[in-house]
């Protein structure tokens, strides 16, 4: 199935994300799937477009590249596919986003319902070749996507950036920061987690700034989060 960013996305960037880019960028990426296994599958690679339209766009949640190991992608940043054990970084992710809402522990690791409610789960990276986190950052994913964060500063009235460590907190200078709001921490990495993202409130916070706008709800389940991703 060949890769295509959805039509309504097409026209919203522009110029600014022309077609021979995309395509330059999309060959290599067919070279890399023919030469060994490459995550998210085929077809998943612009999901985060496909279930958010740029006119619902609320939160752009930045992600840096995809989960490396079997079944995880499924082309939403931090988000796994139903089923799948927690990545440590999600888990913490999820247990602000209870503590923060408050809301129960949901059930399952796809954030596809914060898609569909108005959140872009952006990768600055759209791919990633199996077990080697990064490894897709050479296909020139970065000035696509970057390209695509300058045009959503530029063009949306009013978001909500979230950026989660180092490498997100980079693309600040890409957003107007007269028009938006960004929501800055450590990544919720166990590595970071316990130095300022526990407590930080980036749902509140963002579901705040708009007054008439919630953060999208996912199912609830403790005992099978309790379970998973230790």
């Not at 840096?64 to 089923?83: I, K, N």
């Not at 000035?143 to 530029?154: A, C, E, F, N, Y």
């Amino acid at each position: 199935m060949p890769e295509q960013l959805p039509e309504n996305w097409r026209r919203f960037f522009g110029d600014a994300v022309d077609q021979n880019l995309l395509d330059g960028v999309l060959a290599k990426l067919e070279a890399e799937r023919a030469a060994g296994t490459v995550f998210p599958p085929p077809g998943r690679v612009f999901h985060a477009f496909e279930l958010t339209a740029p006119e619902e766009v609320r939160v752009v949640l930045l992600g840096q590249d995809p989960y490396h190991d079997f079944g995880q992608a499924e082309g939403l940043a931090f988000s796994v596919a139903p089923g799948v054990k927690f990545p440590p970084s999600l888990r913490n992710g999820l247990r602000e986003y209870s503590d923060d809402l408050p809301r129960p522990l949901p059930e399952s690791g796809s954030l596809e319902n914060w898609g569909r409610g108005g959140v872009l789960l952006l990768n600055a990276v759209l791919s990633v070749r199996a077990h080697t986190p990064g490894s897709h950052r050479h296909l020139g994913w970065e000035t696509v996507t970057d390209r695509m964060i300058s045009v959503l500063s530029g063009k949306s009235p009013r978001l909500v950036f979230i950026l989660w460590g180092n490498y997100a907190i980079t693309k600040k200078p890409l957003i107007d920061t007269t028009r938006h709001l960004i929501i800055e921490s450590v990544h919720p990495s166990p590595l970071s987690a316990h130095r300022g993202f526990f407590g930080s409130r980036p749902f509140s916070r963002a579901a705040a700034y708009f007054g008439d706008w919630q953060w999208p709800e996912l199912a609830e389940n403790d005992n099978l989060f309790s379970c998973t991703g230790k």
